[in-house]
């Protein structure tokens, strides 16, 4: 079976110090991967997404960059937070064997505060 | 055009009342329709998705009515309980190598 993890669940960091969220997937080959961050009581907002390696599609323009070193490891950077980057941020996956990749599946979560 | 409109934002509904969320999409190019399930400190869970080949889907208590016509689907939960008070998303995509579209979710508390 496939699981996706993302560390760390919780990170405070103060503002304009660097920042490096992972994500794996296991179980899986050749997955789309996606970065979501969603707002205190907000919506789901894609910052990227990845078909491949070294393959990003940026979303938004904004303080955050991606990269995806392997094949199941996505991850999201920023060289200086903004206190407006707080947040949930959600990785998530697609393309299970025999499934659609529109079929997203989401990782835990990494709470993310900027003071 | 690529927008998913949800409404209401929040919903209160009485234990064993049926639960209704409404979605709409502009996109008439988009022919796959979930829904997912948010708990609080969780990431979102996929519930039940439609294709527009149907008119309904139901799996449990959970039902997705979907009408193409009208541009419009929506999630029914019957017999609603306490357990099913999440935050609710609706999405859209293209069928094949797409990202979703998501709509702003909708707050459901179920009290007893």
């Known amino acids: 079976s496939q699981t996706i993890h993302q560390w760390p669940a919780t990170l405070v960091q103060p503002v304009g110090s660097p920042l490096s969220l992972e994500c794996t997937v296991e179980?899986?080959?050749?997955?789309?991967l996606y970065w979501y961050r969603q707002a205190a009581g907000r919506g789901l907002q894609l910052l990227f997404y990845?078909?491949?390696?070294?393959?990003i599609s940026s979303e938004v323009p904004q303080n955050l960059s991606a990269s995806r070193p392997q094949d199941r490891q996505f991850i999201l950077s920023s060289k200086k937070l903004l206190l407006s980057d707080s947040g949930f941020y959600l990785c998530?996956?697609?393309?299970?064997?025999?499934?659609?990749?529109?079929?997203?599946?989401f990782g835990p979560g990494t709470r993310l505060t900027v003071l | 055009q690529q927008q998913v409109k949800q409404s209401p934002q929040s919903l209160i509904v009485q234990k064993g009342g049926i639960s209704i969320i409404n979605c709409a999409y502009e996109?008439?190019?988009?022919?796959?329709f979930p829904w997912y399930q948010q708990f609080p400190g969780k990431g979102p869970a996929l519930l039940i998705a439609?294709?527009?080949?149907?008119s309904e889907k139901k799996e449990g208590r959970f039902t997705i009515s979907f009408n193409k016509s009208a541009k419009q689907f929506s999630l029914h939960i019957m017999d609603s309980q306490p357990g099913d008070s999440a935050t609710y998303f609706c999405?859209?995509?293209?069928?094949?190598?797409?990202?979703?579209?998501f709509g702003k979710g909708t707050r459901l508390s179920v009290i007893a």
């Open positions: 990845s078909v491949g390696i070294g393959q």
């Open positions: 999405a859209a995509s293209i069928w094949g190598n797409t990202p979703l579209v």
């Open positions: 998530a996956w697609s393309g299970r064997q025999g499934r659609s990749y529109n079929e997203q599946f």
């Open positions: 439609i294709r527009p080949d149907v």
């Open positions: 179980g899986t080959s050749n997955p789309n």
């Open positions: 996109n008439t190019a988009f022919d796959y």
